[in-house]
Every structure is written in C-alpha cells, then in structure tokens.
C-alpha cells in the first residue's frame, strides 16, 4: 500500500504541475501493480482529484517567458556593462569612518575589569550614547551623508540625497583590494578597503562596514569586467 501511496501521490503532484504523460504513468503503474487498490477509498480520493485536474490541464491560460514582465532591479552580472551601468550592490559607512567615532570605539574596546558583562569599555559605551547616535545619523544624513555604490563599471562614492558623485575608479583601475583596519575600528566590526593596481593605490573606502563581504564583492565584479573586455578584445583580433 505505501508504494501505491507513493504512485498516486506522485501523479498527484504531476498532476498539479501540469504534467499529462506523469499522470498517465503513475496512475497505471497503481492500477498493474495493485488491481484492488482502486477500488479503496485513498484511490477513490485521488483518482477523482487527478482526473479533474487532467481535463483542465490545457484549459487554463498559460504565460509564456516571452511575456514575462522585465525586473525593474537588475541583477549583477545580467546587464552587460557596454549597455548601461547598474547598481550591483550598496553599502554605507560605519561611524568608524569618522576619527571620532574610531576614538570612541578604542574607548569601548577597553576590556578591565573583564567581570562577565562588567568592563569599563560598556559603561563608556553607554555614557557616550547623546554623543553616538548624532554621529550615526549624520553618516545617513539627507545632504551629507555618504554612500558607497558598486556598478557593473566602477565604484563611486555618492554624496546627499540626489546622490552626487565625489570620487569614483574605474573596475578596470585595481587588481587587489587590501582591507587595513584602523585603531578603533574592530570594535566596528569595519575597516578600509585599499584598491591597488599593482603596487599603486588607485582608491580608498574609509569604514566600509563588514569590509570583508564587500571586497569579494567588488572583486567579482572586477573580474567579470576584466574577462568581458578580454574577451572582446580577442573578438576583434
């Protein structure tokens, strides 16, 4: 009985999907293999479910991927970079960018006297809240905050609400990305990514949060751009 559950519960399933020979299979594989089996009432229960479903299975409309709507987000990767440029991922600085946000993490850091959750560190850190949290809206601040935005043709550092551009480098302008961790940021959990080309520093992100994530990031979109335009250039040839 369990594999005749199995069979009728696959042709079921096919059913469901839409699936014409899958339920034709499993529904005589049950009836060749269990000939009484039909005549129970899980049988009964299934066979009226699978046969109404097999005489809508071309009623209802069906929508073809051609008429499928576009996503209005792309995804990175999917947009060629000669077509336009899109966001492929967006990140916003830590407090640490800010010196004084990097001498209070070294203040919060402070471990002494390291008695279960009592450490001189947490009680600057709660002392230091009127002064924190100004800080931590003015990195996200309409016209003065920063943001850092990934394309799928370079990194650009953008300033305020309408998102003006500061400073950006190319993806084809670095080859390695160094994360350099200033005193005061591990508290963070952030530090600064160093993009190098060569031996040269071509850019710099100050207090890039989580900078690990980021940096595989942008790395991936590096060498996709990279292997993009080889390929291209090979093209020509």
């Known amino acids: 009985m369990g594999h005749a559950r199995q069979a009728l519960a696959t042709s079921f399933i096919a059913a469901k999907a839409g699936s014409t020979e899958f339920i034709t299979a499993g529904w005589y594989y049950c009836r060749k293999r269990y000939p009484l089996v039909e005549s129970g009432p899980f049988c009964y229960s299934f066979s009226s479910e699978i046969r109404y479903t097999d005489l809508n299975l071309h009623s209802a409309p069906r929508m073809s991927t051609a008429s499928l709507p576009l996503p209005a987000q792309s995804i990175a990767g999917v947009t060629p970079a000669q077509v336009r440029e899109v966001a492929v991922m967006t990140v916003w600085p830590s407090v640490a960018k800010y010196g004084i946000g990097r001498a209070m993490g070294q203040a919060f850091a402070v471990q002494w006297p390291n008695v279960y959750i009592f450490k001189l560190g947490n009680l600057l ?38 998102g003006k551009e500061e400073k950006s480098v190319d993806l084809d302008r670095f080859d390695t990305i160094d994360i350099v961790v200033e005193p005061g940021q591990a508290w963070y959990e952030a530090g600064d990514l160093v993009f190098r080309l060569g031996t040269v520093e071509t850019f710099k992100l100050e207090g890039v949060s989580r900078p690990a994530a980021f940096r595989a990031t942008c790395l991936k979109s590096q060498i996709a751009n990279s292997s993009v335009k080889k390929a291209q250039a090979a093209q020509r040839r």
Do not use: E, K, Q
Not at 127 to 142: E, K, N
């Open 125 to 162: 850190a709660l002392l230091s809240i009127p002064v924190a949290l100004p800080l931590f809206f003015l990195r996200i601040a309409p016209f003065v905050g920063t943001r850092y935005v990934l394309t799928n043709r370079r990194l650009v550092v953008l300033r305020g609400i309408v």
